[in-house]
């Protein structure tokens, strides 16, 4: 339990037994809020249940407040309570229950933050899913990087995470691929060719031609007829694009459990299936020949297509076949991460989604916005050679793992990124990804001259003394945060939280080190100082962890 849940349980019990000692009325009260204070003049957390219980309770809030108080106070893990107008009760932790958190995290190592739960809940996290028709872009790469993350959070947790990527294999965009990737094929045999206007130009195309020209030429002339060998070049194409895609995300740190492939649910009779069922759940009507979903009964602008006037399903319907799969695993919460082109298809598969039947919570879609190169305050195209496309495969290229996962988390979904490329470059402390892992290697280096003076660390000799100032206190109530850091982002899908909180936390790390020397000739100083950077240490690692970031020893 961390101590925001604590205080939380405090808070209820306190309630419980001002009721039980007829100081309160017994009533209906309202569920416990725990909250940061924006000061730190007004605490470590406060509560507005003064308030918020006042109208059942039938007492002011400050006079529910000061009742409060007596009982909360007498708790080891708080220092002092403060009840302000208009209710707020302010609550100051305890310098003993920090320190002895201090030993928690020593003890508990790559585990601090982590929660285990006897049944853990089951999570489905699809994003990326990018067309199988070209290189992964860097729209992609922040969806791919905002959904590791997240699953990261899930499983700190203690849910069990199935990561899954859906792949379009199926329908027009895969023929036309096919049929850009035969025109090519053909030029390379030096046959003037038609290329489709609204055909595929990337230079990638023509890699595929080659590709299949190299390993399978013999099997493209056995063919009877074009439509046989536009489909075998979709197939193909669609192999090709998708081992770059599986090659790109692996380097990118990002694996998946599973993927899906839409193909599948058209073979296996599954979109037929899904619609019988929406048929029989009355949510479909007919309109000149086509089959709609009442999209508008479940706050869509309008209802719409699942069955074409000449049978053939949309692409709406094998999504709802596909998500109606999802359910049936039996997951406790869907999540899926989308780009910013499909804000309007929201309410109708979520719309779907409850038609079948889901749960209220247990599905949500998270929009990854747009992504803006900038150089020098200017937007740039990272590719000289595939044209329209900035890929992540150059990204990486550009800058690396580390500091493209960072960038990508480093702002909440809902918001537009400029990714500065010139920033991202930078190896100083402006920027973020430097700044933290410098942290790290700073505290590695002074374990490393610690042990070149021969000086010995004993993590379990904490004197409390020499924790006892403004800096180390600071650095103590930010370490003790970290496992509810994590329960929230996780919660509320915001990896940039964990993001904003390790470079609060660097920024303390820093102004200790700049006010108390570690390495001193006093032993017992210097081995609490050494335990209290240990546990900074841990704190960083675990939590560029949880990024996808790595935490180096040196630099």
């Given at each position: 339990m961390n101590v925001k849940d604590e205080i939380e349980q405090l808070i209820r019990e306190s309630l419980q037994s001002a009721i039980r000692d007829g100081k309160l009325p017994d009533a209906e009260l309202p569920f416990v809020k725990v909250e940061y204070p924006k000061d730190e003049r007004f605490g470590d957390y406060a509560t507005p249940i003064a308030m918020e219980s006042a109208r059942v309770l039938r007492k002011s809030p400050l006079e529910i407040g000061a009742i409060l108080q007596e009982y909360v106070g007498k708790a080891p893990l708080v220092e002092r309570v403060e009840v302000v107008k208009p209710g707020f009760i302010n609550l100051f932790v305890s310098f003993d229950s920090l320190a002895n958190n201090l030993s928690r995290v020593l003890a508990e190592g790559d585990g601090y933050g982590r929660t285990t739960r006897a049944t853990p809940f089951r999570?489905?996290?699809?994003?990326?899913?990018?067309?199988?028709?070209?290189?992964?872009?860097?729209?992609?790469?922040?969806?791919?990087?905002?959904?590791?993350?997240?699953?990261?959070?899930?499983?700190?947790?203690?849910?069990?995470v199935d990561r899954e990527f859906y792949v379009n294999d199926y329908g027009n965009q895969v023929t036309l691929l096919g049929r850009s990737v035969l025109c090519r094929y053909r030029e390379l045999a030096g046959e003037a060719v038609a290329f489709p206007e609204d055909g595929y130009h990337g230079e990638y195309v023509k890699d595929i031609a080659r590709h299949v020209r190299e390993q399978h030429a013999a099997e493209v002339e056995s063919l009877p007829d074009d439509e046989a060998r536009i489909a075998y070049m979709a197939e193909k194409a669609v192999a090709y694009n998708v081992a770059g895609q599986r090659e790109d995300l692996?380097?990118?740190?990002?694996?998946?459990?599973?993927?899906?492939?839409?193909?599948?649910?058209?073979?296996?009779?599954?979109?037929?299936?899904?619609?019988?069922?929406?048929?029989?759940?009355?949510?479909?009507?007919?309109?000149?020949?086509?089959?709609?979903?009442?999209?508008?009964?479940?706050?869509?602008?309008?209802?719409?297509?699942?069955?074409?006037?000449?049978?053939?399903?949309?692409?709406?319907?094998?999504?709802?076949?596909?998500?109606?799969?999802?359910?049936?695993?039996?997951?406790?919460?869907?999540?899926?991460?989308?780009?910013?082109?499909?804000?309007?298809?929201?309410?109708?598969?979520?719309?779907?989604?409850?038609?079948?039947?889901?749960?209220?919570?247990?599905?949500?879609i998270l929009i990854a916005q747009q992504v803006n190169l900038i150089m020098e305050g200017e937007i740039?195209?990272?590719?000289?050679?595939?044209?329209?496309?900035?890929?992540?495969?150059?990204?990486?290229?550009?800058?690396?793992?580390?500091?493209?996962?960072?960038?990508?988390?480093?702002?909440?979904?809902?918001?537009?990124?400029?990714f500065d490329l010139a920033l991202a470059k930078r190896e100083s402390s402006e920027n973020p990804v430097f700044y933290l892992q410098y942290a790290h290697a700073r505290i590695c280096s002074i374990f490393r001259e610690a042990e070149k003076r021969g000086v010995a660390y004993t993590p379990g000799a904490v004197d409390r003394e020499p924790l006892q100032n403004r800096e180390a206190v600071a650095l103590l109530k930010l370490i003790a945060r970290f496992p509810e850091e994590i329960v929230d982002a996780a919660t509320q899908c915001e990896p940039h939280r964990i993001a904003n909180y390790l470079l609060r936390f660097a920024q303390q790390y820093h102004r200790f080190y700049t006010e108390h020397r570690v390495i001193s000739d006093d032993p017992v100083t210097t081995n609490t100082y050494l335990a209290l950077c240990d546990a900074v240490r841990i704190v960083m690692r675990n939590g560029l962890r949880l990024l996808g970031v790595t935490a180096p020893e040196r630099m």
């Open positions: 999570v489905n996290i699809e994003f990326v899913s990018a067309n199988p028709t070209g290189p992964l872009n860097i729209v992609s790469a922040r969806a791919a990087a905002l959904g590791d993350s997240i699953a990261n959070l899930y499983e700190a947790t203690g849910a069990t692996a380097r990118f740190n990002v694996r998946f459990a599973r993927w899906f492939s839409e193909k599948t649910l058209h073979e296996s009779g599954a979109v037929e299936r899904t619609s019988e069922l929406l048929g029989a759940r009355g949510v479909l009507r007919e309109e000149e020949g086509k089959k709609l979903f009442v999209a508008t009964a479940y706050g869509d602008e309008k209802d719409r297509v699942v069955v074409r006037d000449d049978g053939r399903p949309t692409y709406l319907l094998a999504d709802i076949a596909y998500h109606r799969d999802k359910l049936e695993r039996g997951y406790d919460r869907i999540i899926d991460v989308w780009g910013p082109d499909h804000h309007g298809y929201i309410a109708r598969l979520a719309g779907a989604m409850t038609a079948l039947g889901a749960p209220a919570g247990r599905f949500s740039v195209k990272m590719s000289k050679r595939l044209g329209q496309f900035s890929t992540m495969r150059e990204l990486i290229d550009e800058i690396g793992v580390d500091v493209a996962r960072y960038f990508f988390v480093m702002r909440s979904l809902e918001s537009h990124l400029d």
